[in-house]
């Protein structure tokens, strides 16, 4: 079982940025497809954004366009997410997710499609 790690998380002033990061313990993941979901209190949890297994390949929720970047660095088996213009829809609960492509070369936005998951972290967003 593969193991993710999130962390970056934490209280940040509306407008603001914050950068989480997730760590994954095993070295294939430069093989996998990566991907950040928004898990708001009491909703379910939301796509944001994914990232092919290269990089080369990045989409987004239409609500993070423009404000949020996702990146990676194989090299140290991490998955980034440069949230910026923060507002307090953006609290809650991010999850990073790994995605084992099977053949197909679509890196999904839906979380079913996903095989590993971390624990998530806490972003609170204050107005």
């Known amino acids: 079982q593969a193991q993710l790690a999130e962390t970056g998380g934490g209280v940040v002033q509306t407008g603001g940025s914050m950068k989480l990061s997730c760590v994954a313990s095993?070295?294939?993941?430069?093989?996998?497809?990566m991907g950040w979901f928004h898990q708001a209190p009491g909703k379910e949890r939301d796509f944001v954004a994914a990232?092919?297994?290269?990089?080369?390949?990045?989409s987004y929720a239409d609500s993070v366009k423009g404000r949020f970047t996702i990146s990676r660095d194989n090299a140290e088996n991490t998955v980034y997410l440069q949230m910026d213009s923060l507002e307090p829809e953006d609290t809650g609960i991010y999850f990073c997710?790994?995605?084992?492509?099977?053949?197909?070369?679509?890196?999904?936005?839906?979380?079913?499609?996903?095989?590993?998951w971390g624990r998530g972290t806490q972003v609170t967003v204050s107005s």
């Open positions: 990232i092919s297994w290269n990089g080369g390949s990045t």
């Open positions: 095993r070295r294939t993941f430069a093989t996998w497809n």
């Open positions: 997710a790994a995605h084992v492509p099977t053949g197909g070369s679509n890196v999904p936005e839906t979380r079913y499609d996903y095989d590993y």
